[in-house]
């Protein structure tokens, strides 16, 4: 009787929540200024707080071979300052500044531009020079002078992230103090000033080498670079090791020019506010940055897949699978569909868009930390089919998910699963289970109540991310940068209409071999 109880009020539970989804309305107002900067405001009376987001349409996306990791290198020195910011004496510290970059400049030249590494000694000399140099301008820096200022102020909550697709900063202020984070972000727009550039490379490899120290990440890294071939989200946000190193300031003002002007962002103030005032503050202070050369969208996207792709792995990480497939990018006709499979088959949130400063925000809502690639929700495992069959019932696995992510430009879904060594069960035993599981949603789909139930979770999971305002300033944030922050409300919209036919339809299209990659690593010890 108490498990019967149990139930009937989870399920009263997101029957409530699917009504109050459907009843929502993002009342958001809009202000577009002479620059091409777009000013988002959404109300919430109450606590006098306001919570302050700026986005950029630029990510790891937006660079190429050579300068991989660019855009999470400029979030980075975005806090190193501008000619106001950071530095008690900006003519003294931009003159030193300068010999440093020319020093750095013949060491760069010097060590890469020779293919047997240059002159050690002359290396050496230079180092020495840069190093005496780099001293000097210290005493002119002021460390986390942004963070400071802010704290005095009643800021909390300075942050910021870098995806492939978008770079955000945050802070949340005492609604009295909002213009400080306008004055300073244009400060930023118009005068960054990338001092400390290459002791703050050496900081970013050095997480590169943090994450190599994960047992898997080669490989992971490989899986993706293999299942991306020509797109550029074959390389992940942190980018490669040999163009971390080999990255120049130049490549970084370039980079700076090009994206970071304002009809390329937006700014998005969630909180108790006049919306006039934010509005008069805007053209005050972001009104003064120079609109800047429109920017081109990406130009490569990721060819069709025509044959099987395997790759194979061994390491100290657990045995594992790992099954992908291309599908296709946010706001397609068929992201919903499998959206609502990956829930079905994974029990996660069913790929409902992600909130929150830390995460890229697509139909599959995808985290991604810096340096790091997010998986789409639909995972979870718990109450999915995948575990029901694969854990619970036949006992071949330790764990089975699903997730879908549909990103600006592409998207995957994907299979993961850890074999019961103990029993001697191989990846490959579990690939064959999830291909025959496939093929029998291809036949006869979902039944309604795993269909409703995916819903359920992804509605409930859409009120939760509402609750926030930093949830709700990052998804329409990155929203809007994309389609437009009314795609929020249209992806629910798509996924409520989802039916057994749509997801036989998209199971029929996608799950076949030549669109999938599979990555089969077995654990080795000793190397």
Not at 114 to 120: E, W
Not at 126 to 148: N, V
Not at 155 to 182: C, F, H, I
């Amino acid at each position: 009787m108490k498990r019967i109880l149990i139930l009937f009020f989870t399920l009263l539970a997101f029957a409530s929540l699917a009504i109050a989804a459907s009843e929502i309305k993002l009342d958001v107002k809009e202000h577009v200024l002479s620059n091409g900067m777009k000013i988002l405001m959404l109300q919430k009376p109450g606590v006098p707080r306001v919570v302050c987001h700026i986005y950029f349409k630029v990510g790891s996306i937006n660079e190429k071979p050579g300068i991989t990791g660019l855009a999470h290198i400029h979030e980075h020195m975005m806090f190193k300052g501008t000619e106001m910011m950071g530095v008690t004496d900006p003519a003294k510290d931009q003159a030193i500044d300068k010999q440093i970059d020319e020093v750095m400049d013949k060491i760069y030249r010097e060590k890469y531009w020779n293919a047997d590494g240059g002159d050690k000694a002359k290396l050496a000399e230079l180092q020495k020079q840069a190093d005496a140099l780099i001293a000097s301008e210290k005493p002119y820096i002021i460390k986390d002078d942004l963070w400071s200022l802010y704290m005095k102020n009643g800021g909390t909550g300075l942050n910021a992230s870098t995806g492939n697709e978008n770079t955000g900063y945050y802070v949340t202020l005492p609604s009295n103090k909002v213009e400080l984070q306008m004055l300073l972000e244009s400060d930023r727009m118009l005068h960054a000033y990338f001092r400390e550039f290459y002791s703050e490379k050496d900081v970013i490899m050095e997480e590169r080498r943090l994450s190599e120290n994960q047992p898997n990440y080669f490989f992971s890294e490989q899986v993706n670079a293999a299942f991306y071939a020509a797109s550029p989200y074959h390389w992940d946000v942190i980018g490669w090791m040999d163009d971390l190193r080999k990255v120049t300031k130049a490549d970084l003002i370039e980079f700076h020019t090009k994206y970071y002007v304002p009809n390329n962002c937006v700014a998005i103030y969630v909180g108790d506010f006049n919306p006039q005032n934010i509005i008069q503050m805007a053209e005050k202070y972001f009104g003064r940055v120079p609109k800047g050369p429109d920017v081109e969208p990406v130009r490569t996207y990721e060819p069709p897949q025509y044959s099987e792709k395997r790759i194979y792995g061994e390491g100290p990480a657990a045995t594992s699978l790992q099954m992908m497939f291309h599908a296709p990018q946010t706001g397609h006709p068929d992201a919903a569909p499998l959206s609502v499979l990956a829930s079905i088959l994974g029990g996660g949130g069913g790929g409902m868009r992600g909130f929150g400063p830390d995460g890229e925000a697509s139909i599959a809502g995808s985290p991604v930390i810096v340096g790091q690639r997010g998986g789409g929700f639909g995972g979870g495992g718990g109450t999915g089919r995948l575990n029901k069959i694969l854990v619970q019932e036949k006992q071949l696995a330790v764990s089975a998910s699903a997730s879908s992510r549909a990103q600006w430009y592409v998207g995957s879904f994907d299979f993961r699963a850890t074999p019961r060594v103990d029993k001697n069960v191989q990846p490959e035993d579990l690939e064959k289970e999830i291909w025959a599981e496939m093929e029998k949603i291809k036949k006869e789909g979902a039944t309604a109540d795993e269909i409703q139930k995916a819903k359920n979770r992804s509605e409930a999971q859409f009120i939760r991310s509402l609750a926030s305002a930093s949830g709700l300033a990052g998804s329409i944030g990155r929203a809007e940068l994309n389609r437009g922050w009314r795609s929020i409300s249209a992806d629910l919209d798509s996924l409520k209409k989802v039916t057994n036919d749509d997801i036989k339809r998209v199971a029929a299209k996608y799950f076949v071999k030549d669109n999938s990659l599979t990555a089969i690593y077995k654990r080795k010890m000793g190397r």
